[in-house]
């Protein structure tokens, strides 16, 4: 891959400024890296977010696309988002080089560990779309695991969280019928309501209890009738 940074003249630098491109000029890209998604990498995609994530923790990594600034390579460089279905943020990364140039074809790729693509997600306040369109979406929860170097438990198939968001509705009089993600990586709450004060009743309650909002956001509250 080309070499993305390169050292710059300056005359007068502040501290911070120092620190930044320390930061950046103490990267190296692995010059064996030639694009291609390796087979644990690619495994892990098809197999979905939870192995995603562990694929990461334990070392693979991503290419970020970067938006050309003009071969200004002292800039803080730019990383493209794009509006998900509904409403959000998605942050575009891929495992090989050649999904990415069909996607972005004037953009420049930069691999990226785990860890740091997460956090640049985080600080985007986006979700990470692995190989968009159509790919692998990591909500917030996933990427807090992922940064902090943890494996991810999805919220459909965590038991813990059911029995919480069960007892949660059971207290509104309420049935929980099913927790699921959908393709933009938000987690929807179903549950059964005897009348619809008893649904708003629920839907505040689990709206407002943390546990339920830091595993599952974004979050969807969805009841039906009983």
């Given at each position: 891959m080309n070499r993305l940074w390169q050292r710059c003249e300056t005359s007068t630098m502040e501290p911070s400024q120092r620190e930044k491109l320390s930061r950046?000029?103490?990267?190296?890209?692995?010059?064996?890296?030639?694009?291609?998604?390796?087979?644990?990498?690619?495994?892990?995609?098809?197999?979905?977010?939870?192995?995603?994530?562990?694929?990461?923790?334990?070392?693979?990594?991503?290419?970020?696309?970067?938006?050309?600034?003009?071969?200004?390579?002292?800039?803080?460089?730019l990383f493209p988002t794009f509006p998900l279905a509904d409403g959000g943020a998605g942050l575009a990364a891929f495992t090989r080089l050649s999904a990415l140039q069909t996607v972005f074809p004037s953009h420049r790729p930069i691999p990226?560990?785990?860890r740091r693509v997460a956090l640049l997600a985080i600080s985007q306040d986006a979700r990470?779309?692995?190989?968009?369109p159509g790919g692998v979406v990591l909500p917030p929860s996933a990427l807090l695991a992922l940064a902090a170097g943890s494996r991810w438990l999805p919220p459909a198939i965590d038991e813990s969280l059911r029995v919480r968001v069960s007892e949660l509705c059971k207290q509104q009089e309420c049935e929980l019928i099913s927790i699921a993600t959908n393709t933009v990586g938000a987690t929807e709450i179903r549950f059964r309501a005897p009348n619809q004060p008893r649904?708003?009743?629920?839907?505040?309650?689990?709206?407002?209890?943390?546990?339920?909002v830091a595993r599952c956001?974004?979050?969807?509250?969805?009841?039906?009738n009983a």
């Open positions: 950046r000029l103490a990267w190296r890209p692995d010059r064996s890296d030639d694009g291609s998604a390796s087979t644990k990498l690619a495994a892990a995609v098809e197999e979905g977010p939870s192995q995603l994530v562990c694929a990461l923790v334990e070392g693979e990594r991503l290419l970020i696309p970067i938006v050309p600034r003009n071969g200004k390579e002292c800039e803080t460089p990226f560990t785990g990470l779309v692995v190989d968009p649904a708003v009743a629920a839907c505040q309650v689990l709206g407002k209890d943390e546990t339920t956001a974004p979050l969807r509250l969805i009841p039906t």
